[in-house]
């Protein structure tokens, strides 16, 4: 099993950056750890992944946003800069530990933190 807990969020102005953290607890390995955002209104989307220390991000985020893993301290990381208001939304720090299949899919996450927001002002 394992247990996530999301930090980080705030506001920020446009333009401005954030540093998102998440902490992950348990004696399972998640090969795949994950960020994604839900604003008021719309569906939980994919942000970013890192899996086998491998990087995915969204389109409207590469570029601006960076996925980092500490393995050694059960740790992910989002660096977001260059912010903009459609940045806006409640992130998720997402963990797999087994199956396979779609990175960008919430469904393949099968352990969530209870979300940060974050709000861009313009």
């Known amino acids: 099993q394992v247990q996530l807990v999301e930090s980080g969020g705030g506001l920020v102005q446009a333009g401005g950056s954030l540093r998102l953290s998440c902490a992950a607890s348990?004696?399972?390995?998640?090969?795949?750890m994950g960020w994604f955002r839900q604003a008021p209104g719309k569906e939980r989307e994919f942000v970013a992944t890192s899996v086998w220390s491998r990087a995915y991000y969204a389109d409207s985020v590469t570029g601006r946003f960076t996925i980092s893993r500490d393995n050694s301290k059960k740790m992910v990381y989002l660096q977001m800069n260059s912010l903009k208001p459609e940045d806006t939304a409640v992130y998720y720090c997402a963990a797999a530990i087994g199956g396979g299949g779609n990175y960008h899919s919430p469904s393949l996450y099968g352990y969530w933190g209870q979300g940060t927001q974050v709000t861009v002002s313009s």
């Open positions: 348990g004696r399972t390995f998640a090969y795949a």
